[in-house]
């Protein structure tokens, strides 16, 4: 069984895995196509549709669409564009997909609702994950969100929290 989770942004970071096992992870970017919108997507259904035939996940879960404060007519529609088409990328590929709530994943992963990226980026490398950014790190805690929801019998990992991460953060 997989779990595919998913940080969706420009920069999409993503972990996948048995959930009694260590995900993968890593980061995709997607190209800069300022206000063409049609092409932006079209290049994160053509990587999304093709991971997911790779990797063969039963579910995928995303972290739900944020706006910035202060954000152009163009980003928020790449942001909450890319939420939607990867639901329908599930649907016709007939994979499970969810979403999963910001506040909830950093609690989860860090220890608090209002973990800034430093902390994520600092929790999941307690936890043993050599993160690059703060793309592969909110992935990592999705996904460990979602297999402790999901599969808490299957997931080992993360079933001691911060404590087994090597403390709780500052």
Known sequence: MTVLALDLSTNTGWAAGDPAGTPRFGTHTLPS????VG????KHREWLTAFIQVERPQFVVYEAPILPAQTTKATAI???????LTE??????????????????????AGSGRATKPDMIAAARRYGFDVR???????????GHAVMHRFPG??????MGQLGAGGLPR
């Not at 092409?39 to 079209?42: G, I, N, V």
């Not at 950014?133 to 805690?141: F, W």
Request: aromatic fraction near 10%; charge should be negative; glycine fraction near 6%.
């Open 33 to 36: 196509t300022g206000d063409d």
């Open 39 to 42: 092409r932006y997507l079209a």
């Open 154 to 159: 299957r997931c080992t990992l993360f079933s």
């Open 78 to 84: 790449k942001l909450m564009s890319l939420a939607g």
């Open 88 to 109: 329908l990328i599930c649907r016709d590929l007939e994979v499970r997909c969810f979403e999963a709530h910001l506040q909830s994943i950093k609690k989860f992963l």
């Open 133 to 143: 950014n703060d793309n592969e790190a909110d992935a990592i805690g999705i996904w």
